[in-house]
């Protein structure tokens, strides 16, 4: 599975975006996608997840009520939806499939970060203050 991540950009804090995982080649109804940030200096942080068929979604506590994500079957593209946007989430944002389904709860996908073997180029999220 092939992934192309859009939709980063500069913002003022307060406001929103929305990036695009378009993916390409075989997906699956039991893969996970899930996106991933990257700020300057830190680790690859989880942020979200969702299945592909879209049953079931799972949020970082630091951007639960803020964020969401979706999932359009037909256009093969899933997205992150992001409003009330703070300084401290910008980061290179990365979308991840994770085809193996590695960990689920009934409420909560994986979180780490070796569980997702396929990963887009990631695009970039400034949040001005």
């Known amino acids: 599975v092939q992934l192309a991540e859009s939709g980063g950009g500069l913002v003022q804090a307060g406001g929103s975006l929305r990036l695009s995982c378009a993916a390409s080649g075989r997906t699956s109804s039991s893969y996970v996608m899930g996106w991933f940030r990257q700020a300057p200096g830190k680790e690859r942080d989880f942020v979200a997840a969702?299945?592909?068929?879209?049953?079931?979604?799972d949020y970082a506590d630091s951007v639960k009520g803020r964020f969401t994500i979706s999932v359009d079957n037909a256009k093969n593209t899933v997205y992150l939806q992001m409003n009330s946007l703070k300084p401290e989430d910008t980061a290179i944002y990365y979308c991840a499939a994770d085809t193996l389904q590695s960990f689920y709860s009934g409420t909560s996908y994986s979180k780490q970060r070796s569980d997702y073997a396929y990963w887009g180029q990631g695009t970039q999220v400034t949040v001005s203050s």
């Open positions: 969702i299945s592909w068929s879209g049953r079931t979604t």
